[in-house]
């Protein structure tokens, strides 16, 4: 449950730009317009402060928690390829058109929640880890790696580290999620 709750929290975070944005229309209809009806607006807005808040926490303590160490394996990384693309695919493919909603009535926010949780349950099913993209915006990068495993089988993963990383160096990373890794260290 825990890795569901950090699977959302990250989800959500990465949809940082469509929230900044749905602030704004929600802001500019409260205070430019002059529908007295501003009830679905002020609710949205608590609504995603309050989730992000606990969102930010969840990925705080969760990001912690892997800078200890516990649960790593040490794996030798084949080759190293810094993934650059990651956030502008993320952002065209899945969170502008999101922005298409109409967030200031009922039947449009409901509609947006009913869309933002099933491209959420399809994420996570599948686990397309670009929704853990939203780590770059706090200096972590993605990498897209060969790797050697204990036995010294050759496998491919995407790793994410605060740090440069390069080939033919030992690292100790902690599995977030099927073939995505978190980088504790890098072993000398």
């Known amino acids: 449950m825990s890795s569901y709750v950090f699977?959302?929290?990250?989800?959500?975070?990465?949809?940082?730009?469509?929230?900044?944005?749905?602030?704004?229309?929600?802001?500019?209809?409260?205070?430019?317009?002059?529908?007295?009806?501003?009830?679905?607006?002020?609710i949205s807005i608590f609504a995603i402060l309050i989730i992000l808040l606990l969102c930010l926490i969840v990925l705080h303590t969760r990001m912690k928690k892997q800078k200890s160490g516990d649960n790593c394996e040490t794996f030798t990384l084949c080759e190293v390829k810094l993934n650059k693309k990651i956030i502008v695919e993320f952002i065209f493919t899945f969170v502008l058109p999101l922005a298409?909603?109409?967030f200031c009535s009922w039947q449009g926010v409901v509609l947006?929640?009913?869309?933002?949780?099933?491209?959420?349950h399809i994420l996570v099913s599948l686990f397309n880890y670009p929704m853990l993209c939203s780590l770059v915006f706090f200096g972590y990068k993605i990498y897209d790696c060969k790797y050697l495993d204990i036995d010294n089988n050759i496998h491919e993963a995407a790793f994410i580290c605060n740090k440069t990383i390069k080939a033919n160096k030992k690292i100790v990373a902690d599995n977030i999620s099927n073939d995505f890794y978190f980088i504790v260290k890098t072993v000398e």
């Open 112 to 120: 947006f929640v009913f869309f933002f949780l099933l491209l959420f």
């Open 100 to 102: 298409a909603f109409d």
């Open 7 to 42: 699977l959302f929290s990250v989800y959500y975070i990465s949809f940082f730009p469509l929230w900044i944005s749905i602030l704004f229309i929600d802001c500019t209809n409260i205070f430019c317009s002059s529908d007295p009806n501003i009830i679905t607006e002020i």
